[in-house]
C-alpha cells in the first residue's frame, strides 16, 4: 500500500533563507507527484506537477524535484518570505487501482519576517 | 476563468438533519473527489467518481452519500448517521491530459 511522508511536520525560518521541504513515498509505480499549499482556512492550490519521466519541475522561485526510483521529491523554495508561509503537501497518483492521489500530512511552514 | 466553486463556505448542521454541500466545475473534467480535512488528520477521500452516474467509496463513506447527474456537478450530502460531521470539506477534479488534481476552496461545516 503506498504511504506519503513528510518531514519536518513543521518548520521555522528566517526570511531571505532558502528552504527544501521533503517527501517520501514507498511505492515508485506512480504516475506523477503533485506539490500543493494550503493557506489557514483555504483549498489546497497546486504549485507543480512533476510527471514520472521528469526530474524536475521549476516555478518562479520554487523548484521540485523527484527521484522515483529512490522515492522521494523535493521541494526547493529560493529567498523564503513571509508570504509563503503555508502548508505544504505532496501527493503521488499510483498507476495501480484507480485516479486518487495519496497525500501526505503536510508540512507547516512559517518564514518570519 | 475556469475552476471549482464550493458553496457554501461555511455550513452549520443541527443534529439529525441532513446537509448538502454543492460542488461545481467548469474544467470539462472527468473526474471529482470529495476529502475531508480534519486537524492533524490530513485529507481523507470519502467519495469519488470518474464518470456521469457512476461513483464510488472511498475510505470514509459511511454516514455521507453523493450524486454524480452531471459532469459538472458533484454534491456530497452530510447524512445524520455521520455522528461526526465537523470539518473541512474539499472537492477536485482531476484533468486526464496533464494528471493534476483543481481544489475548490473548501466548506467548513459544524455541528451545532
Known amino acids: 500500500k503506498q504511504e506519503v511522508t513528510q518531514i519536518p511536520a513543521a518548520l521555522s525560518v528566517p526570511e531571505g533563507e532558502n528552504l527544501v521541504l521533503n517527501c517520501s513515498f514507498t511505492?515508485?509505480?506512480?504516475?506523477?507527484l503533485q506539490w500543493f499549499r494550503q493557506d489557514p482556512g483555504k483549498g489546497l492550490t497546486s504549485l507543480l506537477l512533476i510527471q514520472s519521466s521528469q526530474r524536475e519541475q521549476t516555478s518562479g522561485r520554487l523548484n521540485a524535484s523527484l527521484d522515483k526510483s529512490s522515492g522521494r521529491s523535493t521541494l526547493y523554495i529560493a529567498a523564503s518570505q513571509p508570504g509563503d508561509s503555508a502548508t505544504y503537501l505532496c501527493?503521488?497518483?499510483?498507476?495501480?487501482?484507480?485516479?486518487?492521489?495519496?497525500f501526505g500530512t503536510g508540512t507547516r511552514l512559517k518564514v518570519l519576517a | 476563468d475556469g475552476g471549482i466553486t464550493q458553496s457554501p463556505k461555511y455550513l452549520f448542521r443541527k443534529e439529525g438533519q441532513n446537509v448538502t454541500l454543492s460542488c461545481e466545475q467548469n474544467?470539462?473534467?472527468?473526474?471529482m473527489y470529495w476529502y475531508r480535512q480534519d486537524p492533524g488528520q490530513g485529507l481523507r477521500l470519502i467519495y469519488y467518481?470518474?464518470?456521469?452516474?457512476?461513483?464510488q467509496k472511498g475510505d470514509i463513506a459511511e454516514g455521507y452519500s453523493v450524486s454524480r447527474e452531471k459532469k459538472e456537478s458533484f454534491p456530497l450530502t452530510v447524512t445524520s448517521a455521520q455522528k461526526n460531521p465537523t470539518a473541512f470539506y474539499l472537492c477536485?477534479?482531476?484533468?486526464?491530459?496533464?494528471?493534476?488534481?483543481?481544489f475548490g476552496s473548501g466548506t467548513r461545516l459544524t455541528v451545532v
Open positions: 474544467l470539462n473534467h472527468d473526474a
Open positions: 511505492d515508485s509505480a506512480i504516475y506523477n
Open positions: 467518481s470518474q464518470i456521469v452516474n457512476d461513483f
Open positions: 501527493a503521488v497518483l499510483p498507476t495501480s487501482g484507480t485516479y486518487k492521489y495519496i
Open positions: 477536485a477534479s482531476w484533468d486526464r491530459d496533464d494528471y493534476g488534481y483543481t
